[in-house]
């Protein structure tokens, strides 16, 4: 039992702390990546100097997300005269808290057995006897649903923060954030239907485990090989879900100043932008372990590479293990970057094309997607 | 739009490709060690492709014994929109052609507009305008006060307008009437 909470504290530890950096480092990434899309250099000012020496470390410009988050701690937290302080604080928890909880269920690497990597310590691997786990906080069959459900949490924070805001833009703001977060977490729903039907199982651990293996004899079993059409339609609804560009109608500044966080200053806008950051790595982890295979590099599996001749590689437990984990954080920074992609190619969206889209072009496709999944599966296993 | 357009996916697909392309080019660029980027680290770089006409800062210009060529007669200050131009004017008693000189002139360059004004108001063709920009950025107001050494820093002996000491004055031909 101690042994468990050892590695679910460093499990958690290692989330929290990837979470976190994720979302300062993709300030960074999000900065220089549109900078060099257009030709620019960047960002590449802000500076720690080591104390008592003249080296300055500017490493690109990377600490620029740290003077970011002191600039938001320092500045005054103007509180507007609403007639809702409770609401107006405790929004941008509600907006920050859930984010990082839906990463509880993604599974961030293979099957860890302490006792094989402790070898050389004989006492320790004897402590942990032969337990294994797999590299996920929390293995509840509910997988998926929780996802979707603390995602939802996300809409009442955003709403909380415009209604007691006590100001029509964030007002405004807040119904479209609402509207348009419904609808499409609707469709990031039923895209992902079709893969529960081929998976049959709702539990991330699974879906990932079980995208180990090869289809068709050359290609990885990934879910973008067996849903292309859901893999875009989930991607869509998911930069609009986190209310990015080309879908960031809710906060868009030329019409509503910044949305439902219009009256939040200081450190309370900023866990509204860091959740929005984070939301980004969240979704990046929801796309690798839906679609791309988790921690798996092609062909790899919990005991080692099998390739596609037959051949078959073995690795230690301990390079496997930190192999899994190195490759989904790369595959999740791949997806990140993707998105930032898209942020910084698309123009915004009309708000009555926005929810036209969503209800009558994605909600219609992510139907008959589901369908066509449902009768191929059926028709495969009878 | 045909059904190609309205499906959005391509389109979308193809704008993602010419972003994404030109990301991938430039940071291959910079990754072999190149520059990838059309704009200068400025100011420790500046550019070198300035238009030859250019109005990026003002320089004095200078008689062959390196005394400005400026008489102090306040011209350039008077028409200055943005009254950037402080002259203080003196008297050298021992240079009898050109007794008035300025001891002091200052340019503020945080209000100045860079219109050219003062250039075409002058009478001795004292001040001009070069492509090159002065070296501005500082973390003091008062670094943008450029004083008279560093705008004579331009010294070109042919370019005189007018030879010093001047030569016997002509005069002006007399038209017919």
Same mark, same amino acid.
């Given at each position: ?33 549109? @900078? ?6 960047? @960002? ?7 104390? %008592? ?10 600490? =620029? ?58 006492? @320790? ?32 924070? @955003? ?9 029509? #833009?964030?007002?405004?703001? /807040? ?71 080309? #879908? ?38 929801? %796309?690798?372990?839906? #679609? ?12 080692? #590479? ?10 230690? =437990? ?65 | ?56 800062? =003002? ?79 500082? =973390? ?20 005189? /307008? ?16």
């Amino acid at each position: 039992m101690i042994q468990d909470l050892v590695v679910y504290v460093l499990f958690i530890s290692y989330a929290v702390a990837v979470l976190l950096v994720f979302g300062t480092v993709l300030t960074w990434v999000e900065r220089k990546q549109a @900078a060099i899309m257009s030709d620019r250099i960047g @960002a590449n000012r802000a500076y720690v100097r080591i104390p %008592f020496t003249k080296v300055r470390l500017i490493w690109l410009g990377l600490f =620029h997300g740290l003077a970011d988050g002191l600039k938001m701690m320092l500045k005054e937290d103007f509180k507007p005269k609403t007639y809702d302080r409770f609401a107006y604080a405790i929004a941008p928890w509600v907006v920050f808290t859930p984010v990082l909880l839906v990463f509880a269920v993604i599974p961030f690497g293979g099957t860890l057995v302490p006792a094989e990597l402790l070898r050389a310590l004989p006492a @320790a691997a004897a402590w942990f006897g032969d337990r294994t786990y797999p590299l996920q906080i929390a293995r509840l069959d509910a997988g998926l649903l929780v996802v979707f459900a603390f995602g939802g949490l996300t809409i009442i924070g @955003a709403m909380l923060a415009g209604w007691s805001s006590s100001n029509k #833009f964030s007002m405004l703001g /807040a119904l479209r954030a609402g509207s348009q977060m419904i609808s499409y977490e609707l469709i990031m729903g039923l895209t992902v239907l079709g893969l529960i039907v081929i998976y049959a199982s709702v539990d991330l651990g699974i879906i990932a485990r079980a995208q180990s293996g090869v289809l068709l004899g050359f290609l990885p079993a990934w879910g973008l090989f067996y849903q292309p059409f859901a893999a875009v339609l989930f991607m869509t609804a998911a930069i609009a879900e986190n209310k990015r560009i080309p #879908f960031d109608l809710p906060e868009a500044e030329s019409e509503l100043i910044a949305g439902y966080y219009t009256e939040y200053s200081a450190m309370k806008m900023g866990l509204f932008m860091f959740a929005e950051f984070i939301e980004i790595a969240i979704i990046g982890a929801l %796309f690798t372990t839906l #679609f791309l295979g988790g921690y798996n590099l092609p062909f790899m599996s919990d005991g080692g #590479f099998t390739l596609p001749g037959g051949r078959v590689v073995a690795l230690g =437990h301990g390079t496997v293990v930190v192999v899994q984990m190195l490759v989904f954080l790369v595959k999740v920074l791949l997806v990140c970057s993707f998105q930032i992609l898209v942020r910084w190619s698309l123009p915004r969206f009309r708000y009555d094309q926005l929810l036209k889209f969503a209800w009558k072009f994605m909600f219609p496709l992510a139907l008959a997607n589901l369908v066509v999944t449902a009768i191929v599966v059926w028709a495969v296993r009878t | 739009m045909t059904w190609w357009e309205r499906a959005y996916l391509f389109e979308i697909l193809r704008g993602l490709g010419i972003t994404g392309g030109i990301f991938i080019r430039n940071m291959w660029r910079w990754m072999t060690l190149r520059k990838g980027a059309l704009t200068t680290y400025y100011p420790e770089e500046t550019r070198i492709d300035y238009a030859l006409r250019n109005r990026g800062k =003002h320089v004095l210009t200078q008689r062959p014994d390196g005394r400005p060529q400026c008489i102090a007669c306040n011209l350039c200050a008077t028409i200055c929109p943005a009254k950037v131009i402080e002259i203080e004017a003196a008297f050298d008693p021992e240079d009898a052609v050109h007794p008035k000189y300025p001891a002091r002139f200052e340019i503020d360059y945080s209000r100045c507009i860079f219109c050219g004004l003062c250039v075409e108001a002058c009478p001795e063709d004292a001040i001009r305008m070069v492509k090159e920009v002065p070296n501005l950025p500082t =973390h003091d107001r008062s670094g943008l006060w450029l004083s008279l050494d560093e705008l004579l820093t331009w010294n070109p002996q042919s370019d005189v /307008a007018k030879p010093y000491p001047p030569g016997p004055v002509r005069k002006p031909a007399q038209r017919a009437s």
